[in-house]
């Protein structure tokens, strides 16, 4: 089981959900974020306001998914978040010790589903 981290450009929250639900992937968290990688000191200009590029807005998703769903997650974040321009975003794949499903009590495996 990994726990998969994506942080994207918060207008491609649409089309990584949309590439997500094209692979069966469909149980995750979103999370308005902020924050900065290479861009840091860019300018950017969102209507017609002017920021500096310390931390700008980002979408976080974590999806919990069993090891035989990592791939097509992982090319689904890609195709749905790539732009080719600096600021696509990062993946990050974390081990996951367990799962539990509140409800039912069910562990590992089951509880991803």
Same mark, same amino acid.
């Given at each position: 089981?990994?726990?998969?981290?994506?942080?994207?450009?918060?207008?491609?929250? %649409?089309?990584?959900?949309?590439?997500?639900?094209?692979?069966?992937?469909? %149980?995750?968290?979103?999370?308005?974020?902020?924050?900065?990688? +290479?861009?840091?000191? %860019? @300018?950017?200009?969102?209507?017609?306001?002017? @920021?500096?590029?310390?931390?700008?807005?980002?979408?976080?998703?974590?999806?919990?998914?069993?090891?035989?769903?990592?791939?097509?997650?992982?090319?689904?974040?890609? %195709?749905? +978040?790539? @732009?080719?321009?600096?600021?696509?975003?990062?993946?990050?794949?974390?081990?996951?010790?367990?799962?539990?499903?509140?409800?039912?009590?069910?562990?590992?495996?089951?509880?991803?589903?």
């Amino acid at each position: 089981m990994k726990l998969v981290i994506a942080i994207v450009q918060s207008d491609k929250q %649409k089309e990584v959900k949309q590439a997500l639900r094209n692979v069966n992937v469909g %149980k995750i968290t979103v999370s308005n974020v902020i924050g900065c990688g +290479a861009q840091v000191g %860019k @300018t950017d200009t969102r209507d017609g306001i002017v @920021t500096d590029g310390n931390l700008l807005d980002r979408v976080r998703f974590e999806i919990a998914v069993n090891d035989d769903y990592v791939k097509p997650t992982l090319e689904a974040i890609i %195709k749905g +978040a790539r @732009t080719g321009e600096i600021g696509d975003g990062k993946i990050f794949i974390v081990p996951l010790e367990e799962c539990i499903r509140i409800r039912t009590g069910e562990t590992g495996r089951l509880a991803i589903g």
